[in-house]
């Protein structure tokens, strides 16, 4: 018996590249030119293959190789990929190179993902969260080749991520040492790299691409957009959970109505004495909104899944904050912030399309197939988790008080959403799409974000309902209708039930909170635009064009 | 406002370096003699300390040096460390150099610190799971300075770590980028690394130490004494839980257990037709016990937390099952690990000291304050999973079946507890123990290894109780007793309704699962000793000395 399989495997295509390249291979280097002769002669037909790409720095370069390869000799690829965002990352399958996919999120692409998988050129093995995809890298998925993205790369193959570092360690880590083919596309070969992200002896080609590397500003978010209502929600946020558990770490999720949080840090939260008190630590990518916050001396630390385009002379200017490399710039980590937004944050709080009467949450909708990226894994209660804090502690009483349980604490979970979206779609209802979904794509069950036994808070414009209170699924679905505003949901409620929960302090108003609603104004944000953040940065945060009017 | 107090530390603390050290230092290395002296110049009083150290390798050069240093110059250190396995460990509080710790686990010292709790000598932060501690030190718990571990280094500070990577990348990592130092502790120095594990500017300082660190053989077990009860447990594992989930990726704690089961595989659970159906991917130790199993071609792949003494060689001739580097031996990542245990694997199967009505299963008894290590986190349910498998949906269908819950999968969590363990003390109490060492260590909640509503079956030799099937409080209460034999929670039983729990299937005898008791001799283990095992890999493992007697 042979237990030699994937060395020899690995080296006969070590091989076949070094003949496919001769003298274009210069060390681990090659010109651009030449990546289909690489990618024809590593590649095998059915290989998994990981391609890098999140929702923010893209190895789009490897990607478009890989579409374009000869179906006819590269087929039946298993994809593996954080997030699917570009069209190439559709075209592969379009194209028959791939067939199979294991991903997380597919946001821009999730329509394409629909049609294709419907179509029956998409196979898809599962969707997961970020971590779980990579702790699958480790098990039974571990890449046969991975294609990567990095800022620069010395002649030795060791690499530079900058502040994106985001995946690409646990990628390479997988790959690498499973006798896998490590390609990275870098943006400049250097004599001499910054800092070194990943060791040179874990990478076998390196190419430098004709463009930088695709990267993604998701995380800013313009406060000029900022509602008077989703001000109105901060507020209440800010005094009716922050306070009220003394939440000092946590994670927000992507969108407005965690940025008006953060924009009201240093106006409103200041003003109720907050400061030191709540949002000290934070498992976040460097959103532009946490500026004032940051700047008022709200935060302590931020440890980054990713960097966010704009902000790189921001952060090196505030080493304290972030965290700083003997290079100056930052080095985020996406496997180990996701572990930390799980196990060592308090809170998370997020948005989310729908809520049903149980408080289950999804993004899923009929006809995408999106997935979940890092809400799942964030918004579920740690239950290894072992060591306590006031808020953990609060939380898990009010959970089991009454109750024949043994005393153990609960992480804050908080759905935050307005009650009807955009368009006038109720963001709450009797069932979520995600069963169509469900039967549309022949999942075994359907794609829930968060669980409503996970989920502590809904926050919408008419309250707060703590569903930790719940003592029954009826009160909590009255708990969730009582803060359903007008969708037919929150019409169906059995109104002196709503009234009971009210005066149990399971549901309550921002009038209960003392909360002014003709304060709840713009007026609030600590900064009102994108110039407004520049500003508060000292003129160090460069927004990218495209968020820029002046 | 400054916001370069860290990087401003840090250099004020590399110049006293420098001065202290002189012409000793040259470049990252200083011989092992000025240790004290680096110490002294580089940590302040106050200052988070992380000692590296798991349950096996342990930075012990560089944590005697600590507990050594002048306690009028250096004190009031906050320990952060994985383990406390070595008297040094204690003395650096003894001697009042340190006073606050936070840390995961600390069996062989647990009574030592509990006198030290109590004397008021050590002030304990919290209890945590290995992945929960390196969370914290990304969040809120960032080490000042760290104390690491490695194989050899080079003059420019690059770490080869060997097979017993463990901790090591998430602890310098955390601490290089905040701006905090990091102290190795060398085998030996070399001119180059067989291949690098941590870039060498994540490094400040390198000593070669006068003896190769410490490790201990944590995960093997010897054969010889695995008792006849024990293969009868294990064969009912096989039969009603591998087979009946087909369980593909899992982990094994630690024990004699488990170690049974291991052997199990190619002789009973072959005889079944299993090979190919079970037992395919862990995340585990190369324990030994593993070694039948992998040669009968059950194991796909094995990834590691840390090493095993003894399985270098066996892991080198072995590339296909475990994670090798390019320069041909293991690397192991605990944090990787951790996460793989908890997100990519369908079971966990450990043994406790204790189980409780309500199945809450703890190993601290009182006076021994021993923490949880990873138990904890592959054995709870990961509520952040998304992606599903057979085991996964039939445990949530189980779990869920009758219910109006929207459907999930579960992981499977399997405690393993002989009805007596040594001394005749029942695993079955009333109330576990933890809740007296609560009370004794001021505790905030009782410190419980892995909570009753996270375990799905509890395995003794009188039977399996599935709770995932359990409907009531009640039935819990009665499956537990039904299999705690005549421990006194066990006679305490109502017989009528373990009786009907038994015929709806929630409690399974061996005869249940048509296991004839008679087989069930140590004959069925595929190994019986040490030179079995020795054999059984062709003689490329070599077991450490004390397991021999040859």
Wanted: proline fraction near 5%; charge should be neutral; aromatic fraction near 6%.
């Amino acid at each position: 018996m042979s237990w030699n399989t994937l060395q020899q495997n690995r080296d006969a295509r070590l091989q076949r590249a070094r003949a496919a390249l001769g003298n274009s291979l210069d060390g681990k280097s090659l010109p651009a030119v030449r990546i289909a002769d690489l990618l024809h002669a590593v590649v095998e037909c059915g290989d998994r293959v990981c391609l890098e790409g999140n929702n923010q720095k893209q190895a789009d370069f490897l990607g478009h190789a890989l579409a374009n390869l000869d179906a006819a000799r590269v087929n039946n690829l298993h994809m593996l990929q954080s997030v699917l965002a570009l069209p190439e990352h559709l075209d592969v399958f379009e194209r028959g190179v791939a067939s199979k996919l294991d991903f997380s999120f597919s946001g821009p692409q999730a329509a394409r993902v629909a049609r294709l998988a419907s179509a029956g050129k998409l196979n898809i093995g599962a969707i997961h969260t970020y971590l779980e995809l990579f702790s699958r890298y480790f098990i039974d998925l571990p890449p046969r080749v991975c294609l990567i993205a990095a800022e620069a790369a010395d002649r030795h193959g060791n690499l530079y991520t900058g502040p994106n570092t985001e995946d690409t360690p646990a990628i390479v880590e997988a790959t690498a040492f499973k006798q896998g083919i490590v390609i990275v596309q870098v943006n400049k070969v250097v004599d001499t790299v910054p800092r070194v992200d990943v060791p040179g002896d874990w990478v076998d080609f390196v190419v430098q691409s004709p463009r930088p590397y695709y990267i993604e500003p998701l995380f800013t978010r313009d406060p000029a957009q900022i509602s008077e209502i989703q001000v109105l929600m901060a507020m209440m946020a800010i005094k009716g959970i922050y306070a009220e558990y003394e939440v000092q770490r946590l994670n927000h999720g992507i969108g407005f109505d965690t940025a008006a949080i953060e924009l009201l840090l240093p106006t409103y939260a200041e003003s109720l004495g907050l400061r030191g008190k709540i949002g000290k630590h934070w498992a976040l990518n460097p959103h532009p909104a946490l500026i004032p916050a940051i700047e008022a001396g709200f935060v302590s630390s931020v440890h980054s899944f990713g960097s966010e385009l704009g902000m790189e002379e921001y952060i090196h200017a505030r080493p304290d904050v972030f965290a700083i490399g003997p290079d100056g710039t930052m080095r985020s980590n996406r496997a180990m912030c996701q572990a930390a937004g799980h196990y060592a944050c308090d809170m998370f709080i997020g948005s989310t399309l729908q809520i049903d009467l149980q408080g289950n949450s999804s993004t899923a909708t009929a006809g995408r197939i999106s997935g979940f990226g890092g809400a799942s894994n964030m918004g579920a209660d740690a239950r290894g988790r072992r060591h306590a804090s006031p808020a953990w502690l609060k939380a898990g009483e009010q959970a089991r008080a009454g109750r024949n349980t043994i005393p153990r604490g609960q992480k804050l979970v908080v759905q935050m959403v307005e009650t009807f979206r955009e368009h006038m779609q109720p963001a709450f209802v009797e069932k979520l799409d995600a069963w169509t979904l469900m039967e549309q794509a022949k999942m075994a069950i359907p794609p829930v974000m968060i669980y409503g036994d996970d989920v502590t808070h809904i926050l919408t414009e008419e309250g707060i309902a703590n569903l930790l209170l719940c003592r029954t699924d009826e009160e909590r679905e009255q708990a969730i209708r009582g803060v359903a505003g007008y969708t037919p949901v929150g019409l169906g409620r059995d109104k002196r039930m709503v009234e009971n929960l009210r005066d149990r302090g399971i549901i309550t108003r921002a009038e209960d909170l003392g909360i002014d609603k003709r304060l709840a104004t713009r007026d609030l944000l600590a900064a009102r635009n994108m110039k407004d953040l520049v500003r508060a940065s000292g003129g160090l945060y460069n927004p990218p064009k495209r968020f820029r009017n002046w």
